[in-house]
């Protein structure tokens, strides 16, 4: 047997070996609720996954907490065995009758960090926009004196908003960061100037707030195909460039929390 007849032998039974431990390890709630490894001379549940299926104490655990969040949840039950229980608990505990068949759509074509990413924004909470505003949320660290000067502005009647206005205009235009290679598809392809100018904004990292990732993709945030507009381009890595393209149907953009970086 050749090296790459091996090699890809490895990868074959590898692969396979993945795709039986998913199934076994979903069969496990059916097996202990019957208590057939009873009648065949297992002590417990987690003696029979152990030997049988080489299956540790804590998947069998995780996999009996994933159960009862989905006992009445067909469209997650059904795609268990096939997805395994690592991505299905990232949303088991979100998961209702009304949205069962749109979270096992996900939980098929999503990686597992952009699905950990999609939990995490249904479940943050969302700021309120009164009627007719427009607001972005940040936030940032400032040292005790410069606190106490803006509540007494604040007293004074000037809000923060104003105050990072003037503070604005007084500072000088950045300087170009040299824009990364990023993927974009060439059907749509955008304009040297404009992809240096939105890498600028979040100085070469993913514009989503709290993620320090490089951006790796350049993402318009209305359809190219309807708008054929680059004046909304925002950076993104990879995860939250998956993330936006599965879940624009589901996740309101007015609650978006974006950077403000300055050089």
């Known amino acids: 047997m050749d090296d790459k007849k091996l090699w890809d032998l490895g990868l074959s039974y590898g692969k396979n070996a993945r795709a039986w431990t998913k199934k076994f390890v979903a069969l496990l709630p059916e097996i202990a609720k019957r208590g057939l490894h009873k009648k065949h001379k297992f002590q417990s ?36 065995p096939e997805v ?7 949303i088991a505990t979100m998961a209702t009758k009304e949205n069962q068949n749109e979270l096992a759509k996900k939980v098929q074509t999503m990686s597992k960090p ?9 479940k943050a909470p969302k700021m309120e926009i009164p009627p007719g505003r427009d607001f972005k949320t940040l936030s ?4 005790p004196e410069v606190e106490l000067e803006l509540r007494k502005l ?4 000037e809000t923060f908003n104003d105050v990072m206005k003037k503070l604005l205009a007084m500072v000088p235009k ?13 059907s749509r392809p955008i304009p040297a100037q404009k992809k240096r100018e939105a890498l600028v904004k979040t100085n070469g990292k993913c514009a ?16 190219w195909a309807k708008f054929r507009s680059h004046d909304d381009l925002q950076p993104l890595c990879k995860d939250y460039h998956e993330l936006e393209h599965q ?17």
């Open 154 to 157: 604040k007293e004074k009647g």
């Open 45 to 80: 549940i987690y003696e029979y996954a152990a030997k049988v299926g080489g299956i540790n104490r804590r998947t069998v655990e995780c996999v009996f907490q994933i159960q009862k969040h989905i006992e009445d949840k067909p469209a997650l039950k059904e795609i268990l």
């Open 114 to 122: 952009a699905l950990e990413l999609y939990a995490r924004e249904q």
């Open 208 to 223: 989503i707030s709290g993620c320090n990732k490089p951006a790796t993709e350049i993402h318009h945030k209305k359809p």
């Open 84 to 90: 395994g229980v690592n991505k299905i608990r990232v």
């Open 174 to 186: 950045e300087k170009e960061v040299k824009s990364r290679k990023v993927r974009e598809s060439k």
């Open 140 to 143: 940032f660290q400032v040292e």
């Open 247 to 263: 879940s624009d149907s589901t996740i309101d953009q007015k609650f978006r929390q974006y950077k403000l970086r300055f050089s």
